[in-house]
T-cell receptor, first 116, second 115 residues
Framework: AQSVTQPDIHITVSEGASLELRCNYS??????LFWYVQSPGQGLQLLLK??????LVQGIKGFEAEFKRSQSSFNLRKPSVHWSDAAEYFC??????????????FGRGTSLIVHP | DGGITQSPKYLFRKEGQNVTLSCEQN?????MYWYRQDPGQGLRLIYY???????QKGDIAEGYSVSREKKESFPLTVTSAQKNPTAFYLC??????????????FGQGTRLTVV
């Protein structure tokens, strides 16, 4: 069964500092990988995705992520954090369910706190 | 604009009542999903549907029911059998393989509270 681990429940950074959020996945084949962001009381917005090809993926809002197959990781990075980046971040892995369907599985999330 | 609409945004349920959460999409997606979100537990899959008139149980289907009579609609009923229904419920949709590679698009959620 596929699964996602986000080892950090909370991350605190100062505005302008760099950021890395960790994500490890378990999946039997080449995974589809995603990072989403969620503001309080809202739905999830896609930041970036990896399906194949270049292992360094660029997303919206200045985020990027790198797929490392040997480490089963898909860490999210940003070189300089803004106060508006404070939110909950979810890593997800997608893969076939029954009948070839596509079922996204999510990690527990990492809450990002940004200090001025 | 295309998207997913969930209603209502807030819902209150008395003990022993069934309530239905609405989810409508105009993205022409084949697949639709319901997730439950609790603090610190991420998103857990309740039900999903890949095609009209067909749906499958997810990881936590007990106490919930769904229907998929139209491609654009996937309502979720929280029954009285669900012992702890207070949570944030998210509906999502995506293109179904092998139509193409796509991510899941989410609605804005419904917060259900038992009173």
């Amino acid at each position: 069964a596929q699964s996602v681990t986000q080892p950090d429940i909370h991350i605190t950074v100062s505005e302008g500092a760099s950021l890395e959020l960790r994500c490890n996945y378990s999946y039997g084949a080449t995974p589809y990988l995603f990072w989403y962001v969620q503001s309080p009381g809202q739905g999830l917005q896609l930041l970036l995705k990896y399906f194949s090809g270049d292992t360094l993926v660029q997303g919206i809002k200045g985020f990027e992520a790198e797929f490392k197959r040997s480490q089963s990781s898909f860490n999210l990075r940003k070189p300089s954090v803004h106060w508006s980046d404070a939110a909950e971040y979810f890593c997800a892995v997608g893969g076939p369910g029954s009948g070839g369907s596509y079922i996204p599985t999510f990690g527990r999330g990492t809450s990002l706190i940004v200090h001025p | 604009d295309g998207g997913i609409t969930q209603s209502p945004k807030y819902l209150f349920r008395k003990e022993g009542q069934n309530v239905t959460l609405s989810c409508e999409q105009n993205l022409n997606h084949d697949a639709m999903y319901w997730y439950r979100q609790d603090p610190g537990q991420g998103l857990r899959l309740i039900y999903y549907s890949q095609i009209v008139n067909d749906f499958q149980k997810g990881d936590i289907a007990e106490g919930y029911s769904v229907s998929r009579e139209k491609k654009e609609s996937f309502p979720l009923t929280v029954t009285s059998a669900q012992k702890n229904p207070t949570a944030f419920y998210l509906c999502a949709s995506s293109d179904s393989l092998p139509a193409g590679h796509t991510e899941a698009f989410f609605g804005q959620g419904t917060r259900l509270t038992v009173v």
